[in-house]
């Protein structure tokens, strides 16, 4: 025998409130939640908290830029090193087993900072002296997203009163061979490798998530 009409009209009721609840449990995203997952810059304070970049935000107590492309998120640090050597005459032959890129379409590739880093650091311990906390040299990989978004990094360093990213060379942490390391030219996007005992900016990064 089928449903009277007013039976189903309650059905249709109860349905409609079930899946009310439905997303009530599985908590629907906000526009506010869905703004914490999209590509672009954010601004790390001191007390660790992170917010999207807007032009309006809050000036002071601003620790890091953070950066986010896809997959991918990292912290840039407000100052940078200029005149760095990776190698000098006093650093070590090298030992262990070390990671080289001797391909571009590789290079590009890395994302590890913190290992390549590392790596570097035990040949030449005085590349610790530039790095704050957990910060480290970026990859050829973080490097090259950094100069892919420069003009606006520079606007969010600017609007905090913090020294913007020239249009020079920068050393990443990708290197070729024991003797040469991967750069970028941030004027021209150029990605080459030169010699370690060359004379180059280094911006440091630290990890980020959100």
């Not at 999209?38 to 107590?61: M, Q, R, S, V, W």
Request: proline share 2%; with cysteine.
């Amino acid at each position: 025998m089928g449903k009277s009409i007013e039976q189903q009209s309650k059905n249709n009721k109860t349905m409609k409130v079930n899946i009310e609840n439905l997303r009530q449990s599985v908590m629907m995203p906000t526009k506010e939640d869905m703004a914490d997952w999209t590509n672009g810059l954010y601004l790390i304070y001191e007390d660790g908290h992170a917010e999207p970049f807007t032009g309006d935000n809050f000036k002071d107590c601003v620790r890091y830029i953070g950066l986010k492309h896809k997959d991918v998120s990292f912290a840039i640090s407000l100052t940078e090193h200029k005149d760095v050597q990776l190698l000098d005459n006093d650093s070590r032959e090298e030992f262990g087993n070390q990671i080289y890129y001797g391909r571009e379409c590789d290079a590009l590739f890395d994302m590890n900072g913190q290992r390549n880093t590392a790596q570097l650091i035990e040949r030449n311990p005085k590349l610790s002296n530039l790095l704050k906390d957990d910060e480290y040299i970026p990859s050829l990989g973080q490097l090259n997203l950094m100069a892919h978004y420069q003009d606006n990094i520079n606007d969010v360093l600017r609007y905090i009163g913090k020294e913007p990213l020239s249009s020079t060379w920068y050393w990443s942490s990708t290197e070729y061979s024991l003797s040469l390391s991967w750069y970028v030219h941030f004027f021209s996007g150029q990605t080459s490798n030169g010699d370690k005992c060359y004379s180059y900016r280094v911006r440091a990064v630290a990890a980020f998530t959100l």
